[in-house]
Nanobody, 126 residues
Framework: QVQVVESGGGLVQAGGSLRLSCTTS????????VGWFRQAPGKERDGVSC????????WYADSVKGRFTISRDNAKKTLYLQMNSLKPEDTAMYYC???????????????????WGQGTQVTVSS
Protein backbone atom coordinates (compact mmCIF):
# COMPACT_ATOMS: atom_id res chain seq x y z
CA GLN A 1 0.00 0.00 0.00
CA VAL A 2 1.34 3.40 -0.98
CA GLN A 3 1.68 5.95 1.79
CA VAL A 4 2.63 9.59 1.37
CA VAL A 5 2.99 11.61 4.57
CA GLU A 6 3.80 15.31 4.87
CA SER A 7 5.17 17.07 7.92
CA GLY A 8 6.71 20.39 8.87
CA GLY A 9 3.82 22.78 8.43
CA GLY A 10 2.87 25.31 11.06
CA LEU A 11 2.31 28.94 11.92
CA VAL A 12 5.06 31.39 11.11
CA GLN A 13 5.39 35.15 10.82
CA ALA A 14 5.92 36.82 7.48
CA GLY A 15 9.57 36.67 6.52
CA GLY A 16 10.09 33.44 8.38
CA SER A 17 11.00 29.97 7.15
CA LEU A 18 9.63 26.46 7.23
CA ARG A 19 10.88 23.16 5.86
CA LEU A 20 8.32 20.66 4.70
CA SER A 21 9.13 16.97 4.44
CA CYS A 22 7.32 14.17 2.64
CA THR A 23 8.10 10.57 3.42
CA THR A 24 6.88 7.76 1.22
CA SER A 25 6.49 4.01 1.37
CA UNK A 26 5.07 1.33 -0.85
CA UNK A 27 6.43 2.82 -4.05
CA UNK A 28 9.74 2.85 -5.89
CA UNK A 29 10.50 6.44 -5.00
CA UNK A 30 13.23 7.03 -7.56
CA UNK A 31 10.87 6.00 -10.37
CA UNK A 32 8.67 9.00 -9.59
CA UNK A 33 8.55 12.68 -10.27
CA VAL A 34 7.50 14.29 -7.00
CA GLY A 35 6.33 17.72 -6.09
CA TRP A 36 4.36 20.06 -3.89
CA PHE A 37 0.95 21.52 -4.53
CA ARG A 38 -1.01 23.93 -2.39
CA GLN A 39 -4.63 24.81 -1.97
CA ALA A 40 -6.09 27.78 -0.17
CA PRO A 41 -9.76 27.86 0.88
CA GLY A 42 -12.00 28.45 -2.13
CA LYS A 43 -9.16 28.09 -4.60
CA GLU A 44 -7.89 25.36 -6.89
CA ARG A 45 -4.98 23.11 -6.06
CA ASP A 46 -1.94 24.50 -7.87
CA GLY A 47 1.63 23.37 -8.33
CA VAL A 48 4.28 24.97 -6.15
CA SER A 49 7.32 22.99 -7.24
CA CYS A 50 8.27 19.72 -8.86
CA UNK A 51 11.48 17.68 -9.19
CA UNK A 52 12.44 14.95 -11.61
CA UNK A 53 13.16 11.39 -10.53
CA UNK A 54 16.92 12.00 -10.49
CA UNK A 55 16.78 15.48 -8.99
CA UNK A 56 18.36 17.10 -12.02
CA UNK A 57 15.33 19.06 -13.21
CA UNK A 58 13.20 21.30 -11.04
CA TRP A 59 10.22 23.53 -11.69
CA TYR A 60 8.80 26.35 -9.59
CA ALA A 61 5.73 28.53 -9.66
CA ASP A 62 6.66 32.12 -10.44
CA SER A 63 5.29 33.21 -7.08
CA VAL A 64 7.85 31.15 -5.15
CA LYS A 65 10.94 31.36 -7.35
CA GLY A 66 13.95 32.53 -5.38
CA ARG A 67 12.24 31.81 -2.04
CA PHE A 68 11.47 28.09 -2.11
CA THR A 69 13.86 25.20 -2.83
CA ILE A 70 12.78 21.66 -3.61
CA SER A 71 15.05 18.68 -3.05
CA ARG A 72 14.83 14.93 -2.68
CA ASP A 73 16.76 12.13 -1.02
CA ASN A 74 16.09 8.94 -2.94
CA ALA A 75 17.88 6.79 -0.39
CA LYS A 76 15.45 8.03 2.28
CA LYS A 77 12.48 8.14 -0.10
CA THR A 78 11.87 11.66 1.10
CA LEU A 79 10.99 14.95 -0.55
CA TYR A 80 11.68 18.37 0.94
CA LEU A 81 10.56 21.93 0.42
CA GLN A 82 12.60 24.69 2.04
CA MET A 83 10.45 27.79 2.24
CA ASN A 84 12.11 31.11 3.04
CA SER A 85 10.84 34.69 3.13
CA LEU A 86 7.32 33.44 3.63
CA LYS A 87 4.43 35.74 2.81
CA PRO A 88 0.81 35.72 4.00
CA GLU A 89 -0.23 34.71 0.48
CA ASP A 90 1.71 31.45 0.95
CA THR A 91 -0.90 30.39 3.49
CA ALA A 92 -2.48 27.13 2.27
CA MET A 93 -2.66 23.40 2.74
CA TYR A 94 0.44 21.92 1.15
CA TYR A 95 0.24 18.52 -0.47
CA CYS A 96 2.98 16.14 -1.50
CA UNK A 97 2.44 14.52 -4.89
CA UNK A 98 4.01 11.63 -6.79
CA UNK A 99 3.54 10.56 -10.38
CA UNK A 100 5.34 9.13 -13.36
CA UNK A 101 5.82 12.49 -15.05
CA UNK A 102 3.94 15.00 -17.12
CA UNK A 103 5.61 14.27 -20.49
CA UNK A 104 5.83 17.84 -21.69
CA UNK A 105 2.49 18.80 -20.22
CA UNK A 106 1.86 21.28 -17.45
CA UNK A 107 3.69 20.23 -14.31
CA UNK A 108 1.59 22.65 -12.23
CA UNK A 109 -1.64 20.85 -13.11
CA UNK A 110 -2.52 18.00 -10.76
CA UNK A 111 -3.53 15.72 -13.64
CA UNK A 112 -0.19 13.84 -13.68
CA UNK A 113 -0.33 12.93 -9.99
CA UNK A 114 -0.94 9.31 -9.02
CA UNK A 115 -0.46 9.58 -5.26
CA TRP A 116 -1.27 12.35 -2.78
CA GLY A 117 -0.47 12.95 0.83
CA GLN A 118 -3.05 14.15 3.33
CA GLY A 119 -1.59 17.66 3.46
CA THR A 120 0.12 19.87 6.00
CA GLN A 121 -1.15 23.34 6.85
CA VAL A 122 1.11 26.35 6.42
CA THR A 123 -0.12 29.62 7.90
CA VAL A 124 1.84 32.85 7.53
CA SER A 125 0.79 35.75 9.69
CA SER A 126 1.38 39.36 8.70
Amino acid sequence: QVQVVESGGGLVQAGGSLRLSCTTSGLTFDDYYVGWFRQAPGKERDGVSCISWNGISTWYADSVKGRFTISRDNAKKTLYLQMNSLKPEDTAMYYCAAGHGFYGGNWASPTWVNHWGQGTQVTVSS
